[in-house]
């Protein structure tokens, strides 16, 4: 029903609501509005181009884990 | 409101394409144009030549690694490559909108120049038209057609693959559909990503000429690889089996796609060939692909079979298995 | 745990249980992911994964698509919308068709391009096609939100969001389905938190686990629903911890509630459910495009197809089971909704289905 990828944070925007990621080298404006305090570095959720939840070190970790075996993770 | 009319699904080289194509056999059809290969196999004569024709209306018209010139010329010799010949001979028609500046239209014949010695080929003859502002999608179409020397004793058609057989890949897949998806799509969509739009027509050459195993050749353009591999096997009637794990897909690739809902087996190619040749000729065909500037990446996807004829089956990475189907339609991003 | 290892796992609970199990995967990226990866070919057979309603562009009604088509051929009107809905079919054409014909209908990644579109062309009314679970509902209530502060007067929703609840709970009062746990949609739960499921194993003792998507995270939920099953239990469970908490996202359920009120709401296949649907709140009714363009052709043109989508939907059947599936039905002449959307159960089994050994 909804496509959501992980993506990181690598600025954000003076108007507290934009942020760029990045996604495996693919970079695109994000909207930010729905997640508390976002910060550069954040892993987020993304879908239809907005965060809709933030993941931390061991969310991340975790998914690595099961990326790894696989294809490059997404560190 | 009845009336079927044209969609862009129709052309998105999938099931929807095969439409128009049944109207033009019902009205054309001839043993030879009824072949569906990419070039038409001619005989002239003592000569057999590959005769082959295509338009190009790509937007934008400059991206990331080339422009419409470049992909004009790689687009028109891989076709008359792929058939099994060497191509010699192009022609190239200009559609032109009023309003075009003159800078940009310079660039684009410098570069289909640039293109042509790499391939080495000659532009012998064309042809230019003008239509009003906004008849051209903003700048300019190119038509090509291209005459080539088929190769003595070499025949690469689809329907040729036999159970036993190998599949090779010459490199990543899905480069150029998704870095014209990432300019055009109003998607925002930035990377570093580049179309890999190349002449492959060295590559086969020497392929053709050191290796007698070679039994089909095919260019996974629109509809990208599912197509180019359900094309092999409802051609060749057998059934093929490739492994997932063995596909390369650049990380950027894989990132959009999974962004997008798209898969990477449906992209477009434009620089790359799929290879099927018989198992002893294997080691030497990834030898020669690895030797080349186009072929570096070259890989051993998976294998033809006896079992489900005419049926492309996936093996997953965690073991499961799915059928790939030809792609249908366009690509469209989705949020499911 | 390895994907062999879970296979594993799965293949000696359901021995143990003995019987057939019909776990529902609720929601369609989860059908898509299960095909895509070739999941069902590594379970036992006796472990069926039904699929549910869980495609917003599965259950969106004919009526919807006429709408959305009316507005596309009004004058001075751009229709934003995503990928997913231009090939569905309506009672006369789909959004494809009428691009085709001309008509400004553009398809957009993030509903923020809806506003960006409004913003470019003053001149004109830019409708955004508002489809889409408790994940995508939020995103359409922050453009709402959005135009208002910047008092945009160009910009509205055609508002056909739904919340999944109410239909996983039709399908446990329903007499037809016999489903013996679910798969709870992952990013759904990201919005609503896991507490919502908590109903399903109250009242009807029903096994909920909520699922990632990656082909290991659904195994692994599989298996957690087998263990569930075992001991005879039944609770809300999260697999998919690194996305989903109890609460939930609060900053777009307030977002939500701000813009939407809940409203009886009609679903292909399973007819009206009370309450099941969102329409936008009064305080912001000048971007309702329901109120700002009212239908002008209101009769409803009933198509009798023989289409069974819904009972495809509602896991009464297979897509096999239809009569139309793979003859009059493919997806390149869809005839149900179940085979346009990519995600549809119809087109996943067309697409994907098990390969006979």
Redesign the interface.
Known sequence: ?????PVKIVSLSKDRYTAVVD???????A?V????EPQVGDYI??????A??K?SI???K??NE??Q????SIE | MNKKIITSAHGGGGTATKEIIDIVREYLGNPVLDQLGDSALLNLGSTEIAFTTDSYVIDPIVFPGGDIGKIAVCGTVNDIAMEGAKPLYMSLSLILEEGLEFELLERVIASVSSAARKADVLVVTGDTKVVEHGRAGGGLFINTAAVGRRYEGCNTSVSNAAPGDLVVVTGTIGDHGVTII?EREE???????QSDVAPLNTLVDELLTSVPGIKSLRDPTRGGLAAALCDIAGASKAGIEIEE?KIKVK??V???C??L?FDPLNIANEGKAVIVCSEDSAQKVLEICSDNEFGRESVLIGRVVSEHPETVVLRT?MGGKRIVDMPRGENLP??? | M?VDKLVESISNKSDRIGRTVNLME????HTMAAFRSGIRTRLPEQVRLLSGP???VCVTSDNYIDHAIELAMTENTIITT?GDMMRVPGSRGSLSLAKARGKDIRVI?????ALVAARKNPGREVIFLGV??E??T??VA?TIQNAYSRKMPNYSVLCAHKT?MPAMRALCDSDDVRVDGFLC?G??S??TGAEIYKPLCREYHAPCVIAGF?P??ILLSIDMLLNQIISGEASVEIQY???VTAAG?K??QK?VNDVFKPCDASWRGMGVIPSSGLSVRSSYKEYDAELKFPRIRVSEVKRDTGCRCGDVLRAVITPSECGLFKKECTPDNPIGPCMVSS?GTCAAYYRYSRIDE
Not at chain 1, 23 to 29: L, P
Not at chain 2, 187 to 193: G, K, P, R
Not at chain 3, 109 to 113: D, K
């Open positions: 029903m909804c496509l959501a990828v996604a495996g080298g693919v970079r695109r404006e909207n509005a729905m997640i508390e959720l993304l879908h239809a181009g907005f809709i939840q993941w061991d969310d991340v975790e998914y099961i990326i075996r696989r294809e490059d | 990432n998607l925002d969509l930035e990377s570093d990503l794990d990380r950027e894989k990132a959009a999974d962004l809902g990475r989705r949020i499911c | 390895t609720v929601c369609g990226t869980g495609c917003p995503f990644y993030s509903p923020q391009q889409g679970f994940t995508t939020p995103l922050w999944i949609p990013h759904v990201v919005i990656e290991e995270d911890t690194r996305s996202n900053l777009a977002c995600e």
